[in-house]
């Protein structure tokens, strides 16, 4: 079975973006390493709870840092 790790990353209003999106990164990270096979991140570019507005650039920069999650 290819387990997916799904994440709409939404974060409080006033948290700092750099540590929302290394949350974002580690979650991501994490998940390649239990062993899951892909990963969805939500983007909504008009919720200013959500950090991420283009989630193919976020996730192109995780590529160096996965082994299962392409």
Partial sequence: MRLGYFS???HPLGREWADTLREDRDAVILADRLGFHDAFIGE???D?????TNSL?????LIPETTQIR
């Fill in 48 to 52: 200013r709870h959500e950090n991420i």
């Fill in 57 to 61: 650039l976020f996730l192109a920069t």
């Fill in 8 to 10: 709409m990353p939404l």
């Fill in 44 to 46: 909504h570019l008009t």
